[in-house]
């Protein structure tokens, strides 16, 4: 026999359910900044909720931002909050601030480059071998290789098999490699420099295709202390 939901947790539904809606047409403009909410009494009337209901509704909404009462006067919605990236943008102009990202990117690689050589499948294997392979093509083609550079640590997190790893190093895009904010435009990076970084990848590339789980810890590990020396250098220059 199906259990009946208690008083406490219809309540929540109810309270979820109004907060998602007013949140939808405070999203689509239906509310716009400025706008004062309707009353308790209309929105308890076309919700068919409780004026409780309401109440903690409006907290909820308060609580996001998106809301705020005026004494005497009413609900308002708010301008929406600004929504900052992590790891969106470093400070390029100090070396702390890359060398903390690069530090952050040996923890979580280290550990992606370890999973990909267990887990990978041979699609996703052929697919490392193929974004290493773009970055000394783009370079030898003329073109900007810091995409390239990006492919090749995104088809590395697809191959551990575990989503969140991609979705990390999507959000810190083009920023999680030093050079996409050091060169000026789409200007080439020097070919020694560009050889280096494509035997890295390919020893990462190599310990992954050999299952060899440590090898490929290590790899990644060497690869991003590198990055942190080569940036070093570049700032003393």
């Known amino acids: 026999m199906a259990k009946t939901a208690s008083p406490r947790a219809r309540s929540r539904n109810l309270v979820g359910g109004l907060v998602d809606a007013l949140r939808a047409e405070i999203a689509d403009g239906t509310f716009e900044a400025g706008d004062k909410l309707p009353s308790e009494a209309r929105l308890t009337e076309r919700f068919g909720v409780s004026r409780t209901v309401v109440r903690e509704a409006i907290a909820g909404l308060r609580a996001d931002g998106l809301v705020a009462p005026r004494q005497g006067a009413g609900v308002f919605v708010l301008e929406p909050p600004e929504v900052t990236t992590p790891f969106h943008l470093a400070d390029y102009e100090r070396i702390s601030s890359v060398i903390e990202m690069l ?92 050889d280096l970084l494509s035997a890295e990848h390919s020893r990462i590339a190599e310990a992954i295709s050999a299952g060899d789980s440590e090898a490929a810890r290590g790899a990644a590990q060497a690869h991003l202390r590198n990055s942190m020396a080569r940036y070093r250098e570049y700032i003393r220059r």
């Open 103 to 194: 530090e952050l990117r040996v923890a979580v690689e280290m550990e992606a480059a370890s999973l990909a050589a267990v887990r990978r499948s041979p699609q996703q294997e052929e697919a490392i071998f193929e974004a290493a392979a773009l970055l000394p093509r783009h370079a030898a083609e003329g073109r900007p290789t810091k995409e390239a550079d990006l492919a090749f640590h995104l088809a590395m997190a697809d191959a551990t098999n575990n989503p969140r790893f991609r979705e990390f190093l999507e959000v810190l895009g083009l920023s999680m490699i030093p050079r996409a904010a050091l060169t000026i435009g789409d200007a080439p990076s020097p070919p020694d420099y560009i």
